[in-house]
């Protein structure tokens, strides 16, 4: 289980320096993500993709979920209509719903990808006045060790909180 800090940093210099920091603490390069505004050249830190930036995993989940719920009841009215004789099958159900799921999954995350992350919204005003926010999905064991690092080695930055849930995915 891992929780993700946020840090904001005030420019290059210091998210290298932060970068560096977090490697030699054992945290792999590919749990620490920096993101700033369109136009900053993040060369030598590892740059949020579009999991990280955008709605892609939120949408694909609700998308999913309502397709599942239209599958799922297309397959009952096909089951109960005078097509249902000919197409009774045990599965039907199921196999609508699954359908369903996943083109509802594919269509939604197609449409979350454009999308900026809602959980990086507040972030925004900070972004645009050229500042650099540090994702950092670290084990939950180590999140007072890390933030204490954090805080001793990198006053110009400031802690912008935890996020408990952490998707598996991204």
Do not use: C
């Not at 590892?46 to 939120?58: C, K, M, P, T, Y």
């Not at 599965?91 to 939604?108: E, H, M, T």
């Not at 972004?127 to 007072?144: E, H, S």
Request: hydrophobic share 50%.
């Amino acid at each position: 289980m891992r929780k993700r800090i946020y840090w904001l940093l005030p420019d290059l210099h210091s998210a290298r320096e932060v970068m560096n920091d977090l490697l030699l603490a054992r945290i792999e390069n590919s749990h620490i993500h920096f993101m700033a505004r369109e136009g900053v050249d993040l060369s030598g830190l590892h740059e949020a993709n579009l999991l990280q930036a955008s709605d892609f995993v939120r949408s694909a989940q609700v998308g999913m979920a309502l397709g599942a719920a239209v599958g799922a009841a297309a397959g009952v009215l096909i089951t109960f209509s005078s097509l249902g004789d000919a197409l009774s099958k045990p599965g039907l159900v199921a196999a609508l719903a699954a359908l369903g799921a996943g083109f509802g999954a594919w269509s939604a995350s197609m449409i979350g990808a454009s999308i900026p992350s809602r959980r990086l919204r507040r972030f925004e005003p900070a972004l645009a006045r050229g500042q650099i926010l540090l994702m950092a999905d670290v084990p939950a064991r180590r999140v007072n060790e890390i933030e204490a690092m954090l805080h001793a080695k990198h006053r110009e930055g400031h802690d912008e909180g935890l996020e408990p849930n952490v998707p598996a995915f991204p």
